[in-house]
């Protein structure tokens, strides 16, 4: 590969050894997971049965990544849809990802497994919007045109704490509504006005669309930290973007996965991607947000981060690749920077420093070597490093001996494998010990 103007990093090596690692795994309490989220789903349906009119046409939102039971939930959603007698369709909720285009959305659909086959139903998508009204301070609330000429919505979204910004309503149906459902101009019109006041105008503007009298209710998705369904519950028009969604929106915090560690200097992370979280990397995860005028994390502290892959579903969408220092060459290949600015751009603040370009080396082994350079430990035997595949699985790490000493100590962390090196032939090394 030509690197333009990053060949003058070619045969650039920070000098050092990195210290072996270990795989270790954390061993998380009892976490109920649901057996059959198709039937949890169906079950919570029950309660609009008496409010579907034959023959009406319901639409149904998909499109938040990284949700693990997505396609049964949604084929629950319209096999119980279609057994009341509606026609149900499924529409791409995704603001103004997959380009911006409706093409693109329903080529991201695909990739997590929506598509007419799986789901039994026609999958429609446009980038059209109707204005449905105007927030106090003039900001427009865009409501998808295939979507506001149905006779009902369901909306299906995974509620949980927001990657960009703390409040009463993050990311769940609330945000699938008003954000999902108003397509790249009210993506774009609603993130304008500035992260801090996005929670405000999500809430605002889903009740302003939940007053037009078609949104049936949701179906909301509680995940657990090993990334699995904990519970399908269904919230009420009425209960969106209020206490109930609230409500849960506390217990999916209590579930979160986190880091093991508070402190570390060196944390490399092997994939970064919009099917990981909608900002690359789950900031809750790493401890950073970057966003002005959010406050930042207390914990955890990593000095240094490295990340070395985007994620295929991403379709080259490397928005949130500035929560990352250090990349090695080989990723600017994957990067699409068009569907990537688009992406930070429609993000408002939300991506201005998260759209930056981290540094670049040569390969993986001097990504990481650049990172420890840097992260302020003077002496690499007592470097803090840990690596993850990825932000959903914060669980299973492989850790330096500095941290494995403290691992030794805790009875929540247990040793999986045996210490190697941490990259081989510039690459870095295998998970398993075969």
């Given at each position: 590969m030509n690197w333009g103007p990053f060949e003058a990093i070619r045969g650039l090596r920070p000098t050092g050894v990195i210290p072996q690692v270990t795989p270790i795994r954390r061993l998380l309490p009892d976490v109920l997971g649901s057996a059959d989220p198709y039937a949890d789903a169906q079950a919570a349906l029950e309660p609009l049965r008496e409010r579907i009119l034959p023959g009406a046409r319901i639409a149904v939102t998909a499109g938040s990544r990284g949700i693990h039971d997505l396609v049964p939930v949604v084929k629950a959603a319209v096999d119980w849809l279609s057994s009341v007698g509606a026609a149900p369709f499924v529409v791409p909720a995704m603001g103004s990802h997959g380009g911006a285009t409706a093409e693109g959305q329903l080529e991201m659909l695909a990739l997590l497994g929506i598509t007419p086959e799986s789901v039994g139903c026609p999958v429609e998508a446009t980038m059209e919007t109707v204005v449905v009204g105007t927030l106090s301070d003039g900001t427009p609330v865009h409501h998808d045109a295939l979507v506001a000429k149905a006779d009902g919505v369901l909306l299906v979204n995974r509620v949980k704490p927001h990657t960009d910004f703390r409040g009463p309503i993050e990311s769940g149906l609330a945000k699938i509504l008003a954000i999902g459902l108003g397509n790249h101009s009210g993506a774009a019109s609603l993130h304008a006005g500035g992260i801090p006041s996005l929670g405000g105008a999500i809430e605002a503007a889903a009740r302003m669309v939940i007053a037009q009298g078609k949104i049936l209710g949701g179906l909301a998705i509680l995940e657990n930290a090993l990334e699995r369904t904990a519970a399908v519950e269904f919230v009420d028009a009425d209960g969106i973007a209020g206490p109930a969604?609230?409500?849960?929106?506390?217990?999916?915090?209590?579930?979160?996965?986190?880091?093991?560690?508070?402190?570390?200097?060196?944390?490399?992370?092997?994939?970064?991607?919009?099917?990981?979280?909608?900002?690359?990397?789950?900031?809750?995860?790493?401890?950073?947000?970057?966003?002005?005028?959010?406050?930042?994390?207390?914990?955890?502290?990593?000095?240094?981060?490295?990340?070395?892959?985007?994620?295929?579903?991403?379709?080259?969408?490397?928005?949130?690749?500035?929560?990352?220092?250090?990349?090695?060459?080989?990723?600017?290949?994957?990067?699409?920077?068009?569907?990537s600015y688009v992406n930070a751009l429609t993000s408002g603040a939300g991506g201005a420093r998260r759209s930056r370009l981290p540094m670049v080396m040569e390969d993986d082994e001097a990504a990481v070597l650049a990172a420890a350079t840097m992260c302020g430990r003077r002496d690499w035997s007592e470097l803090r490093l840990a690596r993850i595949k990825d932000t959903l699985s914060p669980n299973e790490l492989m850790v330096t001996p500095a941290l494995l000493t403290e691992a030794g100590d805790r009875f929540d962390l247990e040793i999986t494998g045996t210490a190697r090196n941490l990259t081989s032939a510039g690459r870095l090394g295998p998970w398993s010990d075969a």
């Open positions: 969604e609230n409500a849960l929106l506390q217990r999916a915090g209590s579930l979160l996965g986190r880091l093991p560690f508070d402190e570390l200097d060196v944390l490399v992370v092997d994939e970064m991607g919009k099917d990981k979280s909608g900002a690359g990397m789950d900031t809750n995860v790493i401890g950073r947000c970057w966003v002005h005028g959010i406050p930042e994390f207390e914990s955890p502290s990593i000095a240094a981060i490295s990340v070395h892959s985007l994620s295929a579903a991403s379709h080259g969408n490397a928005s949130g690749l500035g929560l990352a220092d250090v990349i090695p060459a080989r990723m600017l290949e994957q990067i699409d920077l068009q569907v």
